[in-house]
């Protein structure tokens, strides 16, 4: 029989009870934008009753959901009543300008989650074992969806960098957006300088989201499309900036300094390649969610991973780029890379 020493001494299984049931944490938040539970607080309706009336719940439904959520971080409760957090009021809340809760939409689509639902094999094959590609299928419609819904959690990074890479927004500026999807990027660009004109590439479906965006925010008449795979359409030439936002993380090392090549070859003298990556340490365990996005490629892709910054700075010189510099971008916790030709 141990002692009540050995016993103090013995390591809490804590941690792998909640790695076990962290899906039920996924759940909840995705059930609660569902059902506009954040946006119904936010309201006003502070009761388990009146967020049920007003989401069309059980009571006992929306209060043990509320409570989880409560515990989970995400609500305030006090007495019998419920307030959002901050960042719940700010992110959450329908009707708030800043509004994330989409994102829900393509992060716990049945094709991202699928992957891990597979990850045993995925480890075992050393990338996803689906025969038709996983995420980077051709023309997937799993793309639709993430244009749909992560334009909002984009858009202050992609103002972030037009400021960066175009501070005085005063001059002719042609810009290529490689797999454009919301469109974001290239029209932060165009919302700060009337005289940028962006080309977008993506599937052709894809580039009716972009599109939709670009009349949204009034820059369509300097929004156009380049519809098909970033591998196989013919860029033009001559362009200021490329963009390459989210996309090099997809494909292996040899496919990525491919077509570095053909954007190399599109950009005028001068030009630059501006690429948006997780980008991990070179220990692979840090920063935490830029390392970590290697096991959604592995689960999702056949071969693609979160590139070190030393791996990117030799594909872009492999491809010929004369340098490269790694920069910071907050708030993101994604790294910039900017190539200059």
């Not at 989650?113 to 038709?132: C, H, I, K």
């Amino acid at each position: 029989m141990q002692s009540q020493k050995d016993q103090s001494q013995m390591p809490s299984p804590e941690i792998i009870f909640e790695t076990v049931t962290a899906y039920q944490r996924s759940a909840a938040i995705k059930a609660a934008v569902e059902l506009d539970v954040f946006t119904a607080i936010g309201e006003g309706n502070a009761t388990a009753d009146q967020i049920a009336k007003r989401c069309g719940t059980a009571q006992r439904g929306a209060r043990i959901l509320c409570d989880y959520l409560t515990l989970s971080g995400f609500l305030i409760k006090t007495d019998d009543k419920y307030s959002l957090t901050q960042e719940s009021a700010v992110f959450l809340n329908r009707n708030s300008p800043a509004y994330l809760g989409s994102v829900t939409d393509f992060l716990l689509s049945p094709t991202v989650t699928g992957g891990f639902e597979n990850l045993t094999e995925a480890v075992r094959n050393g990338g996803t074992p689906d025969t038709q590609g996983g995420t980077v299928a051709p023309e997937n419609p799993i793309w639709i969806k993430f244009a749909q819904a992560m334009a909002n959690l984009m858009r202050p990074t992609a103002a972030a960098i037009a400021q960066l890479i175009d501070p005085e927004a005063d001059r002719e500026l042609k810009i290529l957006d490689i797999a454009a999807g919301h469109g974001a990027f290239g029209i932060a660009f165009l919302s700060r300088n009337p005289k940028a004109r962006v080309a977008a590439v993506d599937w052709p479906a894809v580039l009716e989201v972009a599109e939709e965006n670009a009349r949204a925010a009034g820059v369509a008449d300097r929004h156009s499309k380049i519809p098909g795979s970033a591998f196989d359409v013919d860029f033009g030439t001559g362009y200021d900036v490329v963009l390459v936002t989210n996309f090099l993380h997809h494909f292996d090392i040899p496919t990525n300094e491919k077509l570095l090549k053909n954007i190399r070859a599109s950009l005028a003298e001068g030009g630059r390649a501006v690429t948006l990556e997780f980008v991990p340490n070179e220990d692979r365990v840090s920063p935490a969610n830029a390392a970590g996005f290697s096991l959604t490629m592995l689960a999702g892709t056949p071969s693609g991973d979160a590139y070190t910054y030393s791996e990117i700075e030799k594909m872009f010189s492999a491809a010929g780029f004369s340098r490269s510099e790694h920069l910071q971008i907050p708030p993101s916790f994604q790294s910039l890379i900017v190539s200059y030709k």
